[in-house]
């Protein structure tokens, strides 16, 4: 977003989803000591994990182009990152509802070309029609835009 290296409150149970405030918004920092002060004020434990990046930017720019090619290890995250935001806001009913996501999000999924499935063959390159390039970056644009609307910047 905007080029910002953020680090927000993510969690892990049943399902996943990200820790938002009393406003229904998403408080992010701008480096990994902000969170962790936060987290201390909080009571919050913290598991020690290597951040991952999602870098938005650039999948947001992907959905507003001409391109047909996703980069599918990009739009997957994206993706993840959008429903788990998705399901703190709406609840585990809807995370449960939502395991099985359907045939698109299926091959984003097998495009980023998971080990397990696929040790010593060849990579599966997706073939993609024009519905689906368009829906995935429907998806994608519409996933991004509630991100940025509960997105709170921490600036310290």
């Given at each position: ?41 909080q009571a ?10 999602h870098d ?101």
């Amino acid at each position: 977003m905007q080029q910002l290296d953020l680090y927000a409150l993510w969690y892990t149970n049943d399902y996943q989803g990200f820790w938002l405030d009393s406003s229904g918004r998403l408080p992010a920092y701008q480096r990994v000591s902000e969170l962790e002060a936060f987290c201390h004020a909080q009571a919050i434990d913290l598991f020690e994990e290597e951040p991952i990046l999602h870098d938005l930017d650039r999948v947001l720019r992907w959905s507003e182009s001409e391109s047909e090619d996703p980069d599918c290890k990009e739009v997957l995250k994206a993706w993840n990152l959008c429903n788990d935001l998705r399901c703190t806001i709406l609840g585990e009913e809807i995370y449960s509802s939502g395991l099985n996501a359907g045939p698109l999000y299926e091959k984003v999924y097998f495009g980023t070309n998971p080990k397990v499935f696929n040790p010593n063959g060849p990579p599966y390159l997706p073939s993609w029609t024009r519905s689906e390039i368009d829906e995935l970056k429907r998806i994608i644009r519409n996933g991004i835009a509630v991100f940025v609307d509960r997105l709170l910047i921490i600036r310290k």
